[in-house]
Nanobody, 116 residues
Framework: QVQLVESGGGLVQAGDSLRLSCAVS???????MGWFRQAPGKEREFVVR????????VYAGSMKGRFTISRDNVKKTVYLQMNSLKPEDTAVYYC??????????WGQGTQVTVSS
């Protein structure tokens, strides 16, 4: 059974950077992985997805260019590098495994707060 634990969130100022990590217990190399986020009062939204090999990434349009996903299958960790953060990036960030095109297993989330 795969379990996911996110870390790296915190309180930062607009323009700062953060790197989130998602530690995976169990098998990682066979899963595509993704990051999602949920702002207060809003639905959870897709941020980015990475293939099992790391060769293919898909970004939500608004995050492309500022956010970068990567993975290390040896360390069983997926990363989300976030640059030029904006107050509207404030949300709980979740990582997830994919089965086909469906996110299935979720972590507990990590809070990112960006002050103006």
């Amino acid at each position: 059974q795969v379990q996911l634990v996110e870390s790296g969130g915190g309180l930062v100022q607009a323009g700062d950077s953060l790197r989130l990590s998602c530690a995976v217990s169990g098998r990682i190399s066979s899963y595509a992985m993704g990051w999602f986020r949920q702002a207060p009062g809003k639905e959870r939204e897709f941020v980015v997805r990475i293939s099992w090999s790391g060769a293919t990434t898909v970004y939500a349009g608004s995050m492309k260019g500022r956010f970068t996903i990567s993975r290390d299958n040896v360390k069983k960790t997926v990363y989300l590098q976030m640059n030029s953060l904006k107050p509207e990036d404030t949300a709980v960030y979740y990582c997830a495994t994919y089965q086909g095109n469906t996110p299935t297993t979720w972590g507990q989330g990590t809070q990112v707060t960006v002050s103006s």
